[in-house]
């Protein structure tokens, strides 16, 4: 009879009478006991209620059912199709959806329900690859600041390879401590593209002058990463950069004129299927013959060996020497012989080897530069610290006899001190009275002051403030 009425009364009722009685609605339905009848018609009254034309009272059904998993199914599935506002609420807190449901979401609804869908308080791994494989990239960004939600590397790389060029997405997948070597290489890439796509929008560079630049700085990060990279993640690197067609002829002498033997070796073990082992002993030793057919069976051209035996033969060199070398002047030693002793094609259009060479010449040289500048500096600095250390060494260290007398010493001089000034203070409360003619020449002028006893009752006046008075007396006044 109550749920009779209520269908009576709310096809008249005002809104807000109808959203408050809503909720007592779903309050019976999810907390009192009721039997099977009762609850029968409950959920017909409740079902009638998603076609309310105010919205208010469908939002009311929405918070009141959103967080539990005992709520009508059929008014769960009808909210999340209701529009954005009532959608995400349930979207985002029922526990009533299947992954299959969530994910049809993710693939046909809006920006806003797949957001609502990713801040989940509890989220499948079915569900994270989904949003990662096509949600919006503010869907990926929600995802990421999730702290329930657990990622594949194949998820990360899949967001990484369509969201990788949004700050935001780049730096949080970044801050992840386990993130896969290859995923860091493909997010320096998409920071050059985002680079290059932002100068280029402002004219500030050409577009092919913008695409050379950002590829060989993406070339720089992406060897100095590997520098400093595990040797099982340097594998990873090398496969990378080998099936994303990053790791070109020019790639491999620019990581080896860097000094990056271990990735150089590692690529050319991968490209000829020779034995790491086996290619790193080749390269330790002066074995042309048997460094050529590594080289060869890596596919690399022909006409850029000589470059490539040349540049590892002086690294080899360099390090064997014994003499002392700063570190970061071996790449530029190292470009310059390679450079001296290349014999590039002898006509007007400089082959690319040619061109790669006096780009990593003119870099390492400016690097080396910059070394050179920062060790005259160190070096300068140690040499004024060890001055003032020997300055300080040479202070004579005073006894504890010569300091207690120094302390009497510098007792006696502040008792006389305090002792002055005692004096001085009595004195200036009985004003002199100056009774003598002053007389002060400027120029041939001659000009006679007579202080009058009784001006001079002031104590603060003083030899100085009296000479400025009378300074600036006029002389007419005077006369």
């Known amino acids: ?81 209701d529009n954005i ?45 989904a949003i990662c494989e096509v949600g919006h990239a503010d869907a990926c960004l929600g995802l990421l600041m999730n702290p329930v939600a657990r990622f594949l590397n194949d998820d990360l790389h899949g967001m990484a390879e369509r969201h990788g060029t949004v700050t935001e997405i780049r730096n949080l997948i970044l801050e992840r401590p386990e993130l896969a070597p290859e995923i860091r290489i493909l997010l320096i890439n ?75 070796a590692k690529t050319f073990s991968e490209l000829s299927g020779v034995r790491f082992a086996r290619v790193e002993t080749i390269l330790t030793t002066d074995r042309r013959s048997a460094f050529k057919a590594v080289y060869d069976r890596a596919g690399l051209p022909n006409s850029a060996f000589g470059v490539f035996y040349c540049a590892i033969s002086t690294w080899r060199r360099l390090l064997s020497s014994g003499s002392p070398i700063n570190q970061s002047r071996l790449p530029f030693l190292v470009t310059r012989e390679v450079l001296q002793s290349y014999n590039g094609k002898q006509d007007a259009v400089m082959d690319d080897i040619l061109i790669l060479l006096r780009k990593l010449a003119a870099e390492t040289a400016r690097e080396s530069a910059r070394s050179r500048a920062t060790e005259i500096v160190n070096r300068s600095r140690q040499a004024h610290v060890d001055q003032i250390e020997d300055m300080a060494a040479e202070v004579i260290d005073l006894s504890e006899a010569d300091l207690a007398c120094f302390a009497e010493s510098l007792e006696d001089e502040l008792e006389n001190l305090d002792a002055d000034m005692e004096i001085s203070t009595k004195g200036s409360e009985h004003p002199v009275q100056i009774e003598t003619p002053v007389s002060i020449e400027a120029n041939v002028t001659t000009v006679d002051f007579e202080v009058i006893p009784g001006e001079a009752d002031d104590p603060q006046l003083d030899a100085f403030s009296l000479s400025q008075s009378i300074l600036n007396q006029p002389v007419a006044e005077a006369a």
């Open 1 to 81: 009879m109550i749920v009779e009425y209520f269908l009576e009364w709310v096809q008249s009722a005002p809104v807000s009478k109808r959203i408050a009685a809503t909720d007592a609605l779903v309050r019976a339905w999810l907390h009192s006991p009721l039997n099977e009848e009762e609850r029968e018609e409950t959920d017909a009254a409740i079902t009638m209620l998603l076609e309310d034309p105010a919205p208010g009272v469908r939002l009311a059904l929405a918070e009141g059912f959103g967080a539990w998993k005992s709520a009508p199914r059929h008014v769960i599935t009808a909210l999340a199709r």
């Open 190 to 264: 998409k920071l050059g593209e985002a680079l290059n796509n932002f100068v280029s929008k402002r004219s500030w560079l050409s577009q092919s002058r913008a695409d050379n630049v950002i590829r060989e700085s993406c070339a720089k990060a992406s060897i100095a990463f590997a520098a400093n990279a595990a040797d099982e993640d340097v594998d990873r690197v090398v496969k990378s950069l080998i099936a994303t067609g990053s790791m070109t002829t020019s790639f491999l002498l620019r990581a080896i004129c860097m000094g990056n033997i271990t990735l150089a």
């Open 85 to 129: 506002d009532i959608s995400a609420i349930v979207l985002s807190r029922s526990p009533v959806f299947y992954d299959a449901e969530l994910i049809d979401v993710v693939a046909t609804g809006m920006v806003e329900q797949q957001i609502a869908i990713a801040c989940r308080p509890w989220i499948s791994p079915a569900l994270v690859a």
